[in-house]
């Protein structure tokens, strides 16, 4: 157990919709990553935050967006959801100055 | 791309066979990361080799590193069923995490 947890565990709607992803990161750890992964296109990095603000931007679209909040926790809304989106979505954690990631189990994502 | 070049993209061997595991980068790189994935769930990370490093060992676990010609391999010695999984390098191109960036990974099986 990576001490990072993810919910929902599975996540079944239509296109169009809109969902939030929960995080809660590892005890101490102020930062928090997100990560999108697919067959097609690997493991994307989507976005970072550090301690309530935002550090970093990947591979990450408009209709995507994220927040953490002062309790450390995080979420990430996807909306206007489009059959593609369809993905299991990660969430990991580090201290901040650590090098190495702490992921959780995942979100997987199906949009009908 | 920055990402790393793994290969080969599946393997597949008997037990107690030794597996080995190659990434290739194309930039200069502040360390080098191995993760495993079993299906469906998170990433777990295995072990981290710096630039100025070049080979580490963790348990049944080796990992080379040769700057020169911007690869890592990742030994598994004495391979069990149990280390059946996907296998992901990460290239880190500076000191955090952020600028972590993930290959398409190795599909290991072991038969036993």
């Known amino acids: 157990d990576s001490g990072v947890t993810q919910t929902p565990k599975h996540l079944i709607t239509a296109t169009g919709q809109r969902v939030t992803l929960r995080c809660s990161p590892r005890?101490?750890?102020?930062?928090v990553y997100w990560y999108q992964q697919s067959l097609d296109q690997g493991l994307q990095f989507l976005i970072q935050?550090?301690?309530?603000?935002?550090?970093a931007k990947g591979n990450i679209l408009e209709r995507f967006s994220a927040q953490q909040f002062p309790d450390l926790h995080s979420e990430l809304n996807l909306s206007s959801l489009e059959l593609g989106d369809s993905a299991l979505y990660f969430c990991a954690s580090t201290t901040g100055t650590d090098e190495k990631l702490f992921f959780g189990s995942g979100t997987q994502l199906s949009v009908l | 791309s920055q990402q790393g070049e793994e290969d080969p993209q599946a393997l597949s061997i008997q037990e107690g066979e030794n597996a080995t595991m190659n990434c290739s980068y194309k930039t200069s790189i502040n360390n080098l990361q191995w993760y495993r994935q079993n299906s469906g769930r998170g990433l777990v990370h295995l072990i981290l080799?710096?630039?100025?490093?070049r080979e580490k060992h963790s348990g049944r676990l080796r990992v080379t590193l040769d700057t020169s010609k911007k690869s890592s391999s990742l030994l598994i010695t004495a391979s069990r069923a149990a280390d059946t999984a996907s296998y992901f390098c990460?290239?880190?191109?500076?000191?955090?995490?952020?600028?972590?960036?993930f290959g398409s990974g190795t599909q290991l099986t072991v038969l036993p």
């Open positions: 990460a290239i880190g191109y500076s000191g955090s995490a952020r600028q972590l960036t």
């Open positions: 080799i710096r630039s100025n490093e």
């Open positions: 935050y550090y301690n309530g603000e935002e550090r």
């Open positions: 005890s101490g750890d102020l930062s």
